[in-house]
């Protein structure tokens, strides 16, 4: 990834908050690297470098800026529009894949070799797979460390690192710091035992009434909760299940969470951020939408819609199976019976795919025809046949999404915008998406919505967003 040196250097000089994540600026005279919005005095430009990513800045040997937290940035919005190669690995590496499967298992999900993969890597960002994973491991034992109570070694291996001297290694070389030392200066102040709480960065703005509004009318009681303020829910972890707070805030989102095994900390983190949409860049999105002058006014009242995502690929799968030619509420009732009664209180994940097809008949209480589209689904994604996560190749899912039973255009594209992570999906036969583009002066046809969305590239699915908003 070529970065320009003005255009960082001037975005480094303003301390504009948009470009965090985007790449890092590396001081030569002080050995740290900072976010480009780091409020300490600007460096002079000859004692600067730029990296593409924290790893790459650590690689050449600087460490975290205390002041700014660098390593807490929102990622890249880059890697939630790329459908490259490049783009699924850092998806992957964000979901903990690495620390899970090693490089070869991540070589193999994505179809390559593992020296391919770590010169493609290499060339992007300035860093291989064990890199990025790497400072992946010290930002997650850093949280650890000042949240938890847990024992520095416990923390080493929840982190991710394979021996203890390697997560004190680590912790002194990024931190500049030794792990007793950061715990001795923790400022986070959890508000109970047995959970997690910190922040989620993202860039602003965020429009946090239309993401808990979406949420909320979808509800799946058992599953979820959501009042005003807050969304929270159940999750099914890589090793074990887990239930998560978000609030939103005016900087970032609080997450409080409970796990069941510490290891699943960053696999935690990545759903939630994806759920909320936290790493897109609302400037650019309402930019471009905003030149179209049917969404101008939109645009102007309610910047930073975001695009609800999902936790789960197949669990979205099935809600939009189960959604078809349905309202909104008719498809939580119809999913509230699938999943049957919840203890008081009780937050829990949605089934696995496995549980999902070894259901019986009268466990669907729908038409013949979809209860066979979701096992044909369900027996699909358990074995492997079928990717519905961020770092599945989005093109080859929505193909063998339509190969299956009951599954049209819409359900497919539907899936890809909101569990794949496909930011320029638009679906011009919904009836309330043709709705809110005839409230907002848009054509409503089909096909004239359908060849008017093309000005939106690469960013229909925000509009998307927009016109089920004007609806």
């Known amino acids: 990834m070529e970065l320009d040196f003005e255009r960082c250097y001037r975005a480094v000089d303003s301390r504009d908050q948009r470009f965090d994540g985007w790449f890092y600026t590396a001081v030569r005279t002080t050995g740290i690297y900072c976010r480009p919005s780091c409020p300490a005095v600007t460096p002079r430009r000859e004692n600067v ?62 179809g390559y070799t ?20 790497r400072a992946q491991r010290a930002q997650t034992a850093r949280i650890l460390i000042e949240t938890t109570d847990l024992g520095l070694a416990e923390i080493a291996f929840a982190a991710g690192f ?16 030794s792990p007793s030392d950061l715990r001795q200066r923790r400022t986070i102040r959890r508000p109970e035992s047995g959970t997690i709480t910190l922040r989620l960065a993202y860039r602003a703005p965020l429009h946090a009434g ?9 509800a799946l009681p058992g599953i979820e909760d959501i009042d005003a303020t807050t969304y929270r829910r159940g999750l099914n972890l890589p090793h074990g299940g887990a239930t998560v707070a978000l609030r ?49 006014a939109p645009v102007r009242a309610e910047p930073g819609v975001r695009v609800p995502r999902a936790v789960d ?23 509230g019976r699938l999943l049957g009664p919840a203890a008081p209180g009780e937050l829990r994940g949605f089934p696995s795919a496995e549980s999902v097809a070894e259901l019986p008949d009268a466990a669907f209480r729908m038409p013949a025809a979809r209860r066979g589209t ?8 358990a ?86 908003r004007s609806a």
């Open 374 to 381: 979701i096992r044909a689904l369900a027996e699909a994604v």
């Open 49 to 110: 470098t730029f990296y593409p990513s924290a790893a790459a800045a650590q690689r050449g040997g600087f460490r975290a800026c205390r002041r700014c937290r660098p390593d807490a940035a929102p990622g890249s919005p880059e890697w939630d529009v790329r459908a490259d190669t490049v783009g699924r690995a850092m998806r992957l590496i964000s979901d903990g894949v690495v620390d899970r499967e090693g490089v070869p298992g991540l070589a193999s999900r994505l």
């Open 383 to 468: 074995d492997g046949k079928l990717d519905l996560e961020p770092g599945a190749d989005r093109e080859e899912s929505v193909a063998r999404l339509l190969e299956l039973p009951g599954i049209g255009a819409w359900t497919a594209g539907y899936v890809a915008m909101r569990a794949i992570g496909d930011p320029d999906v638009f679906l011009h036969t919904d009836v309330a998406v043709q709705r809110g583009a005839k409230a907002l002066g848009l054509p409503h046809s089909p096909r004239a919505l359908a060849a008017h969305a093309e000005r939106w590239r690469p960013w229909r699915s925000y509009a998307l967003m927009r016109l089920w």
């Open 248 to 296: 939103p805030g005016d900087r970032w989102v609080e997450a409080t969470l409970r796990l069941t095994d510490v290891r699943d900390l960053a696999p935690a983190v990545a759903r939630c951020r994806r759920l909320f949409d936290l790493d897109a860049d609302p400037a650019a999105v309402d930019a471009l939408l905003g030149d179209d002058p049917a969404l101008a």
């Open 114 to 133: 593992e020296r391919h993969l770590n010169r493609m890597l290499g060339a992007e960002l300035g860093a291989g797979p064990l890199a990025l994973a």
């Open 162 to 177: 394979g021996s203890v001297r390697q997560f004190n290694d680590t912790i002194r070389e990024v931190y500049a710091r």
């Open 313 to 335: 690929g197949f669990e979205l799968a099935v809600r939009a199976i189960v959604g078809q030619q349905v309202s909104v509420s008719g498809a939580r009732t119809t999913l």
């Open 210 to 218: 239309a993401l808990l509004g979406f949420l909320a009318a979808r």
